[in-house]
């Protein structure tokens, strides 16, 4: 049977793992949350407002067609 200061150094060491573990967690997250960011804003200034989806800007060819028709 485990003795009362090996079952605390026991617990001791897992809380230390954990801890370890959190720390890189939170590490990655931010890392994460800061590429989110970043494309986030790429988004914003990427989007035009007057655009409307599904919109495809006519080829050169259809463009001097529709001039010589006006």
Known sequence: METMEESIDNKSQRLF??????AKLSEQAQILQSEINHLMS???ENI???KVAGD???APSAQNISKVGK
């Open 17 to 22: 793992k954990i801890r370890a573990e959190l």
């Open 48 to 50: 035009n407002p007057n």
């Open 42 to 44: 790429n988004l914003r």
């Open 56 to 58: 495809v800007p006519l």
